[in-house]
């Protein structure tokens, strides 16, 4: 033993303590019988919640079948009916599918396609978004000061923007401020015509679940199209129905070059996949990418299996549906706690911020403690707690989340 008592590193932060035995549908159990009702959703990955029948069958017919199918070496058969699936559902300028494990990997890849495809070598991204944690994908993040300390020099060639304040009062000339930052930045920083690829997440997540304004992303949309750069959507976290639609692209009316997908894909087993154009993908050199787990038939199999369960009638319907329920009760909760700031969001991407850290950890720990509702901060400041349950979420489940939430502000105001 370890003078810790355990042999695993420590270099994870906890939310909890939980020590969790198994799962089904939106509660964990641990090693004492207890269950607790998960509003992280696994860190918004657990789409179709813990252990969905239909993906742990797929998952368990798949591994009788080939664990491990190289895809330099040999394809199995569940790679191209994947990858039509994706192509019916993703944005209709999405049609080609690199597969990968996790979304670090996948960010990369998006950065590397770019270069290729535009002989450009620079990349712009927002202050506050999330990319990933290799060191190329941590210069694109601006989310938490914690997440680079003592992790530089960080790579070159990253250029970051600025992103609206979802606090200003006139949201129009905000997100126009924006806007003029980054054409700023584009003749004074980087030159627009070097630049490979624009990044950016419809709906900023570890920055504190801030939807990008519809206006920001169509203006940051326009300038790519007129400057020959790619608009890669990280769709990580928002994708696969977090917000309601299958994409939250959609809902933005912009068209994005490049897709980059992972988390809710394949229920949290782990799998991402980057969607692009053919043209796009046919101008990256064959053998110049991959790895030894990519497509990996067992994430596929889950993939697939989850895609039919978010495809099922209603099942969207649902996710927007119960956003709204619990938005509408979080801003009627809101009315009794000046503390509360913000309650903002997209489907069941959710957030309240408070005025400090403190009193939203207080708030986290109390919901834990005396109600076994699980939820955790997010956000620069860590100041916003954070709503992403699996997509199955029942109402009943969404009003005992927010009854333990409301017990929680009476207790700790
Ligand atoms: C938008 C976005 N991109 C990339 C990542 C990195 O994902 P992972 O930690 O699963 O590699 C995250 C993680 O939260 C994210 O939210």
């Known amino acids: 033993m370890t003078a ?10 906890k939310a909890t303590d939980l020590h969790i035995e198994r799962g089904i549908g939106c509660r964990v159990i641990d090693v004492n019988g207890e269950d607790y009702l998960d509003f992280t959703g696994g860190m918004a990955a657990a789409s179709t919640g813990h252990a969905h029948p239909k993906v742990t069958q797929a998952i368990a017919e798949q591994a009788a079948q080939i664990i491990h199918s190289q895809i330099n070496v040999y394809r199995h058969d569940k790679l191209e009916p994947l990858a039509a699936k994706l192509a019916e559902i993703t944005p209709e300028s999405i049609d080609t599918f690199y597969f990968g494990s996790t979304s670090d990997e996948i960010l990369e890849a998006a950065v590397k396609l770019s270069k290729h495809a535009t002989g450009r070598r620079n990349v712009v991204v927002f202050d506050g978004a999330f990319h990933g944690r290799t060191h190329y994908t941590l210069a694109m993040s601006s989310s938490r000061a914690i997440d680079r300390e003592g992790y530089g020099p960080l790579p070159g060639s990253v250029f970051i923007a600025p992103f609206p304040d979802p606090h200003a009062s006139d949201q129009e000339a905000e997100v126009s401020r924006a806007l003029r930052g980054l054409d700023r930045l584009m003749s004074t920083q980087v030159a627009a015509s070097k630049v490979a690829a624009i990044v950016i997440e419809p709906v900023i997540g570890e920055r504190g679940y801030i939807p990008t304004p519809k206006g920001f992303i169509t203006g940051v949309a326009e300038r790519c199209e007129r400057n020959g750069i790619l608009l890669v959507a990280d769709e990580t976290q928002s994708g696969f129905g977090r917000t309601g639609k299958m994409f939250a692209t959609e809902a933005l009316d912009v ?19 980057l969607g692009t154009r053919r043209e796009l993908d046919d101008s990256w050199v064959t053998g110049s990418h991959s790895g030894s787990s990519n497509g990996n038939p067992i994430a596929c199999a889950a993939a697939l299996a989850t895609i039919e369960v978010l495809q099922e009638p209603g099942f969207l319907d649902n996710v927007k549906a119960r956003g709204d329920q619990l938005t509408d009760a979080l801003r009627e909760l809101q009315q009794l706690d000046q503390a509360m700031v913000h309650v903002r969001g997209r489907g069941l991407m959710v957030a309240t911020e408070f005025d400090t850290a403190e009193r939203a950890q207080a708030i986290v720990d109390h919901c834990l403690r005396e109600s076994k509702v699980i939820l955790m901060t997010a956000g620069t400041r860590g100041k916003t707690i954070r709503w992403s349950p699996p997509l199955i979420i029942t109402s009943s489940e969404v009003d005992e989340a927010v009854a333990a939430f409301s017990a929680a502000i009476r207790a700790t105001s």
């Open 255 to 273: 068209t994005p070059d490049i897709v980059c997908m992972a988390k809710g894909i394949a229920s949290g087993f782990p799998f991402a996949a």
């Open 4 to 13: 810790t008592g355990s042999h695993l590193s420590g270099v994870w932060a």
